[in-house]
């Protein structure tokens, strides 16, 4: 028996407009690009490698505005922003047949995944070391079969961080999602922990992990494990789901500094996870466990490369 991980793509996607909470003194934003070639469906009833393969295709954009950035009395950043993302996948799916299909998803794997989100974050100081980081976004999650008012999610929340330290810093707080129909509050975790030496690391929930050296002012070269998501609501009989999909992938990432607003980071490695879940929309299914495990992909190779920039 497993219990779902009902929310945590979701939660990622909400909880990627809260990774920085420094000062942003100007406009931020990415550009990524992944790609992950066909690989073995995994059918979940026996664990068995089948013929039938999936491939992922992946663009992504993020951008963070500032509104309102001052210097509070403890000369932290008291900040407004707004941000914007976006992320569009193409699946092609190959060699399956009906009966091999999970029951959770009769129809086979999506072949499109669109996720489009508006938020604004406001960050500042309660005490030395204390700080309130408030968020609310609107967005679109769907599969793009139809897209309807069931396809927009709304979210809000309100994490409490505690800084330790420069290189520590811990959080926790409610998030409001209607994701299951009515609102309902989530837990919402903010961890960051990270050196800034040559050889350094970086631990940062939900993003994964970091080692890495740098080798001079413009290079640094690190080994990652990383975790993305998307989420799409969709129909399964009539009745409307949450259509989770999880990656995580380990590699290595060169970052590159293309003067002073641009970096670079392409990324190569492999597939650790790659698999889908379905969740009912009604709160009693919640923690409801699943007799079955969620459909998976083999490990296989994983590209990616990404710009970033800072004005």
Known sequence: MKKSVFYLSHLFLFLLFSISVRSQSGITGEVKVDYVPFSNYVRPIDSTKTDAKSNFKRAQIALEIPVSLKMDKYNHPRLWSIGLQGAYAK??????????????????????????????KHLRSISQSWSLLIMASVGVYTDMEEINKDDVLIQGGVLFIKQFNPNLAFGMGPVLTNSFGVPMVLPGIYFNWESK????????????LELGYRMSDNFDLKAVVELSGMTAETKVGNKSMLLGYQQ?????????KLGEHWILEPTVGTTLVRSFSTNSRKIKDIFKEKDLADPRFTTTFYGAVALKWKF
């Open 91 to 120: 699946m092609e799916n190959k060699n399956y047949e009906i009966q091999s299909l999970p029951a959770i998803l009769p129809n086979g794997f999506p072949a499109e995944l669109l996720n489009a989100q508006i938020g604004v």
């Open 197 to 208: 030496r040559a050889l350094h690391f970086k631990v940062a929930f939900p993003e994964g």
């Open 248 to 256: 995580i992938i380990a590699g290595i990432k060169p970052q590159l």
